[in-house]
């Protein structure tokens, strides 16, 4: 009997227990996922270091680059807005591998009657179009503007196979060029000039109805060596417009021949000075080599305005020679003012150089060699010596270009020579940008096609610490404003692109010709992260050396971003792989907020239990909180507390301990999902003010939220994140406690509207 009942009990908790199963809801489990923190580190994006690249962004013991030296001589049409040339190239294959052919750059294909770059973006009719831009379009023959190549023959005038494929042309060798040889070839080319205020171009002329001039800024004008390196080979991506170019470093022998009365600069030092200058130039030029304050006027307003009249027969040639650079340019015209100023740079005198018709002053005479002068000190101060013998500003309408030693700005008065400050800042930007651009990429020379952050992005934020200092440097320049009003660089600058439709937003790690907003993409936001980086995230002193460090490394070489990240991290001994992977890699924005925050004291007597060794905390919203202990010491409060600072503690120092009356803790969120420092300004109702900024690492193991506790003798009265706008957080209206009222764009305008 007794075992049919125990068999009936089992047999009914069997029953019971089966039912609570059933009834239970079971929690299906998780899957596994892939390392998701926001820390992890970058082993599976790099590459693995070699003996080419090493581990620490440095070139490796066997890097190497090649060689591409140019004698060139090159005829400039005026007439007929056409420029012929002749080249002879000596190729060194510094590379282990032997080359079956090579691969030449032909960058005015891009404008050929059948470019395939005019169909590479879709489009639409529009309502209403501009009458030129329409004319441009719909009436107006293309514009037939590609190389013509006469031939490609060997140094003993026998022809080479080509091949040309778009803006790539491919020459095949008769023999391998091996490892550690040289091979030199001639090319004979032509091309129509296109005017570059009509389609864009990065190079062409200006034509001047008033007193038909043209001014010519001309550069990728010669089909030029394309870059063969350790990572990629042949560097044969087309030039589709957006990314730029990858050139490797020579040596230039370029002769240069123009109509007798135009005056000319390029890259490199001119080698006929005394044949091309008149005898007041050279005069002139003597002076400039000795003024370290102020421009010297090579060729006067008053002589180029005479010059603009006279249209002559007769030539020219100037003769430049350059070396180790990665690329040449020029600018001529009968119409262009001359000045120069020596800069005084690590013993060594650079020439400051402008050129600028007319059309250009009195803005130009005034601010562009200065600003030229300015850029050269300030990028030599955060990188290296400038080491060229001379920087160019030319200017050019509607233009922002650059390549060694020269490049063209744009920046012009009204008619009656009055200009605005946007004008007059636009200019100064865009001048210090462009000469910048010396030392990004044309010294340290990056991939521009593939990376155009690595050029533009650096640049930018090197533009905005030498806009910055500019305007501490002339404050009367800038007035009445109190610091230059940089457009990019700024945090905040960066908002409005980064809080934008995550659909037409590219990580900065894009190629250029992938993204969405190019301006914000490969300038704006690398240039915004670089200075987060250098004023909030590392500091100055420690950025600045890891800068350097990487600028020396690289000058005259082809690095990559994965050299740039490993150099700023093996230089400072700051682990920014969370810094890369957020800025440079995803999408994600800025957006830290108070999520909430409770109030606590210290209880008279235990919460739980009968633990009587333990102080006890309860929260406001607890039925335990007595809201007279508020400022009231805890050891007063607690019989534990008091025990123990009595027993432990001398009498000196319980009279030296400032008990904290009050006991907070405060949750932070992270909906942006980019961590970054949390810098919180605390305010206290004794009027106090205390800063605390929390390291990135407070989000490593939660990226979405974490708590902090705080205590303090005076009651906090206010939260404030990012008080002074360090991080680009797209989204304020959550960055305080208690929560302030802002007022929106419509009620703001409202008000401006009402004040009017």
Request: hydrophobic share 35%; charged share 25%; aromatic share 14%.
């Given at each position: 009997?007794?075992?049919?009942?125990?068999?009936?009990?089992?047999?009914?908790?069997?029953f019971?227990?089966?039912?609570?199963?059933?009834?239970?809801?079971t929690?299906?489990?998780?899957?596994?996922h892939?390392?998701?923190?926001?820390?992890k580190?970058?082993?599976?994006?790099?590459?693995t270091?070699?003996?080419?690249?090493s581990?620490?962004?440095?070139?490796?013991?066997d890097?190497?680059?090649?060689?591409?030296?140019?004698?060139?001589?090159?005829?400039?049409?005026?007439?007929?807005?056409?420029?012929?040339?002749?080249?002879?190239?000596?190729?060194t294959?510094?590379s282990?591998?032997?080359?079956?052919?090579l691969?030449?750059?032909?960058?005015q294909?891009?404008?050929?009657?059948?470019?395939?770059?005019?169909?590479?973006?879709?489009?639409?009719v529009?309502e209403?179009?501009d009458?030129?831009d329409?004319?441009?379009?719909?009436?107006?023959e293309?514009?037939?503007?590609?190389?013509?190549?006469?031939?490609i023959?060997?140094?003993?005038?026998?022809?080479?196979?080509?091949?040309?494929?778009f803006?790539m042309?491919?020459?095949?060798?008769?023999?391998?060029?091996?490892?550690?040889?040289?091979?030199?070839?001639?090319?004979?080319?032509n091309?129509?000039?296109?005017?570059?205020t009509v389609?864009?171009?990065?190079?062409?002329?200006?034509?001047f109805?008033?007193?038909?001039?043209r001014?010519?800024?001309?550069?990728?004008?010669?089909?030029?060596m394309?870059?063969?390196?350790?990572?990629?080979?042949?560097?044969?991506?087309?030039?589709?417009?957006?990314?730029?170019?990858?050139?490797?470093?020579?040596?230039y022998?370029v002769?240069?021949?123009?109509p007798?009365d135009?005056?000319?600069?390029g890259?490199?030092?001119?080698?006929?000075?005394?044949?091309v200058?008149?005898?007041e130039?050279?005069s002139?030029?003597e002076q400039a080599?000795?003024?370290?304050?102020?421009?010297?006027?090579?060729v006067?307003?008053?002589e180029?305005?005479?010059?603009?009249?006279g249209?002559?027969?007769k030539t020219k040639?100037?003769?430049?020679?350059?070396?180790?650079?990665?690329?040449f340019?020029?600018a001529t015209?009968?119409?262009f003012i001359?000045?120069?100023?020596?800069?005084?740079?690590?013993?060594k005198d650079?020439?400051?150089?402008?050129?600028?018709?007319?059309?250009?002053?009195?803005l130009?005479?005034?601010?562009?060699?200065?600003?030229v002068?300015?850029?050269?000190?300030?990028?030599?101060?955060?990188?290296f010596?400038?080491?060229?013998?001379?920087?160019?500003?030319?200017h050019?309408k509607?233009?922002?270009?650059?390549?060694?030693?020269?490049?063209?700005n744009?920046?012009r008065?009204n008619?009656?020579?009055?200009?605005?400050?946007?004008?007059?800042?636009?200019?100064?930007?865009?001048?210090?940008?462009?000469?910048?651009?010396?030392?990004f990429?044309?010294?340290?020379n990056s991939?521009?096609?593939?990376?155009?952050w690595?050029?533009?992005?650096?640049d930018?934020?090197m533009q905005?610490m030498?806009?910055?200092?500019?305007?501490?440097?002339y404050?009367?320049?800038?007035a009445?404003?109190?610091?230059?009003?940089s457009?990019?660089?700024d945090?905040?600058?960066?908002?409005?692109y980064?809080?934008?439709d995550?659909s037409?937003?590219?990580?900065?790690?894009?190629?250029?010709?992938?993204?969405?907003?190019?301006?914000?993409?490969?300038?704006?936001?690398?240039?915004?992260a670089l200075?987060?980086l250098?004023?909030t995230?590392?500091?100055?002193?420690?950025?600045?050396?890891?800068f350097?460090?990487y600028?020396?490394r690289?000058?005259?070489k082809?690095?990559?971003?994965?050299?740039?990240?490993?150099?700023?991290?093996?230089?400072?001994?700051?682990?920014?792989?969370?810094?890369?992977?957020?800025?440079f890699?995803t999408?994600?924005y800025v957006?830290?907020g108070?999520k909430?925050?409770?109030?606590?004291q210290?209880?008279?007597k235990?919460?739980?239990g009968?633990?009587?060794?333990?102080?006890?905390l309860?929260?406001?919203?607890?039925?335990?909180?007595?809201?007279?202990?508020?400022g009231?010491n805890?050891?007063?409060?607690?019989?534990t507390?008091?025990e123990?600072?009595?027993?432990?503690?001398t009498?000196?120092?319980?009279?030296?301990?400032?008990?904290p009356k009050?006991?907070?803790?405060?949750t932070?969120?992270?909906?942006g999902?980019?961590?970054?420092?949390l810098i919180?300004?605390?305010?206290?109702?004794?009027?106090?003010?205390k800063?605390i900024?929390?390291?990135?690492?407070?989000?490593?193991?939660?990226s979405?939220?974490?708590?902090?506790?705080?205590?303090?003798?005076?009651?906090?009265?206010?939260?404030?994140?990012?008080p002074?706008?360090e991080?680009?957080?797209?989204?304020?209206?959550?960055?305080?406690?208690?929560k302030?009222?802002q007022e929106s764009?419509?009620d703001?305008m409202?008000?401006e509207?009402?004040?009017?």
């Open positions: 009997m007794i075992r049919i009942k125990y068999a009936f009990a089992s047999v009914l908790f069997l019971v227990a089966l039912g609570f199963a059933q009834e239970k809801v929690k299906e489990k998780e899957p596994g892939y390392n998701q923190s926001k820390f580190q970058l082993y599976e994006e790099f590459s270091p070699n003996t080419y690249r581990a620490s962004g440095a070139p490796g013991p890097y190497y680059q090649q060689q591409a030296d140019y004698v060139m001589d090159i005829l400039l049409d005026d007439k007929n807005a056409k420029i012929s040339g002749q080249e002879t190239i000596t190729y294959n510094n282990p591998d032997d080359l079956e052919y691969w030449l750059q032909l960058d294909n891009i404008r050929t009657k059948d470019s395939k770059a005019a169909l590479k973006n879709g489009s639409n529009k209403s179009e009458t030129a329409f004319v441009q379009k719909y009436i107006t293309s514009f037939d503007g590609g190389f013509n190549i006469d031939y023959k060997d140094a003993s005038g026998k022809a080479l196979p080509y091949t040309i494929n803006t042309m491919r020459v095949d060798l008769p023999t391998p060029l091996k490892s550690g040889d040289k091979y030199s070839f001639n090319v004979k080319w091309y129509n000039i296109p005017d570059h389609n864009r171009a990065r190079s062409g002329y200006e034509y109805k008033e007193d038909g001039n001014a010519y800024v001309i550069a990728q004008f010669f089909p030029r394309a870059v063969y390196s350790d990572v990629e080979g042949w560097q044969n991506h087309q030039f589709w417009g957006n990314g730029e170019f990858a050139l490797p470093f020579g040596n022998e002769n240069i021949t123009v007798a135009h005056i000319l600069d890259t490199g030092v001119l080698q006929n000075r005394k044949e200058y008149s005898k130039m050279m002139r030029y080599k000795k003024s370290y304050d102020k421009p010297v006027i090579i006067t307003q008053a180029a305005e005479a010059a603009e009249k249209f002559s027969n040639t100037w003769k430049l020679k350059a070396e180790n650079v990665r690329d340019g020029f015209s009968r119409k001359w000045d120069m100023q020596a800069v005084k740079l690590g013993g650079i020439m400051a150089v402008s050129m600028y018709p007319k059309e250009g002053n009195p130009w005479e005034e601010y562009s060699t200065k600003a002068a300015h850029t050269l000190k300030s990028y030599s101060s955060h990188t010596d400038y080491p060229y013998p001379k920087a160019i500003s030319v050019a509607n233009q922002g270009m650059e390549y060694p030693m020269i490049c063209w744009y920046g008065p008619e009656d020579g009055s200009y605005s400050d946007r004008t007059k800042y636009g200019m100064i930007s865009v001048i210090i940008h462009e000469v910048g651009h010396n030392f990429p044309m010294i340290v991939d521009e096609r593939q990376w155009g690595m050029d533009e992005g650096l930018t934020f905005y030498a806009e910055q200092e500019f305007g501490e440097a404050p009367a320049a800038i009445p404003n109190d610091k230059y009003p457009r990019r660089g945090p905040t600058k960066i908002v409005p980064m809080s934008g995550q037409t937003i590219s990580p900065i790690m894009s190629n250029p010709e992938n993204v969405f907003q190019l301006g914000a993409n490969a300038y704006g936001k690398p240039a915004t200075n987060i250098r004023e995230v590392m500091g100055r002193e420690v950025f600045d050396h890891a350097k460090t600028s020396r690289w000058m005259f082809h690095p990559t971003p994965e050299d740039f990240f490993r150099t700023m991290e093996d230089a400072s001994a700051v682990d920014l792989d969370w810094y890369w992977r957020g800025w890699y999408t994600d957006d830290m108070v909430n925050i409770k109030k606590f210290v209880a008279k235990p919460v739980t009968d633990l009587m060794s333990k102080v006890f309860v929260s406001s919203d607890s039925e335990s909180y007595d809201p007279a202990l508020d009231v805890p050891s007063e409060t607690s019989k507390l008091k123990f600072m009595m027993d432990n503690m009498e000196a120092e319980r009279a030296a301990v400032k008990e009050y006991f907070y803790e405060v932070y969120n992270s909906p999902g980019l961590p970054m420092p919180v300004e605390y305010t206290y109702a004794d009027g106090s003010v800063n900024t929390y390291p990135p690492e407070i989000w490593r193991k939660n979405k939220e974490v708590s902090m506790v705080l205590s303090s003798t005076s009651e906090l009265t206010g939260i404030n994140i990012d002074k706008m991080t680009a957080d797209i989204d304020t209206t959550n960055n305080s406690w208690p302030k009222e764009e419509f703001k409202k008000e509207i009402k004040g009017k």
